[in-house]
């Protein structure tokens, strides 16, 4: 498997498990709470995959920077959390330092 399909595969499961764990209310619901577990055992098992050929630094600052902006969108766009402008220059300076790293880092593995 690429090392990027699987960051990417582990990125988007940590965003499911992620929007799960406020549906699970506490971990009150069982559905929500099934879909954190596997969510979060999925995102770890695909990140430990992309740590074969991607540098730890460098694979954390895509996930965790991935995540949060995607989590955010999901939370403004279907769970109507509000942003206001220092939220969002932040998540855009998050976005931006993943972008530097992508585009311009000999450390990420390319």
């Known amino acids: 498997?690429?090392?990027?399909?699987?960051?990417?595969?582990?990125?988007?499961?940590?965003v499911v498990a992620t929007t799960a764990l406020k549906?699970?209310?506490g971990f009150t619901r069982s559905l929500?709470?099934?879909v954190v577990v596997l969510g979060y055992g999925c995102?770890?098992?695909f990140l430990a995959q992309a740590l074969r050929g991607i540098p730890v630094g460098v694979a954390y600052a895509?996930?965790?920077g991935a995540g949060i902006v995607l989590v955010s969108l999901i939370a403004w766009i279907f769970?109507?959390?509000?942003?206001?402008m220092a939220a969002v220059?932040?998540?855009l300076l998050i976005l931006a330092g993943?972008?530097?790293?992508?585009?311009?880092?000999?450390?990420?593995?390319?």
């Open 1 to 14: 498997m690429h090392i990027w399909l699987a960051l990417a595969i582990a990125i988007a499961a940590e």
């Open 89 to 91: 220059f932040g998540i």
């Open 43 to 45: 995102a770890f098992f």
């Open 62 to 64: 895509v996930w965790s």
């Open 98 to 110: 993943v972008t530097v790293i992508q585009l311009f880092s000999k450390a990420s593995a390319h």
């Open 32 to 34: 929500p709470s099934l």
């Open 79 to 84: 769970l109507g959390q509000r942003l206001d």
């Open 23 to 25: 549906a699970s209310e």
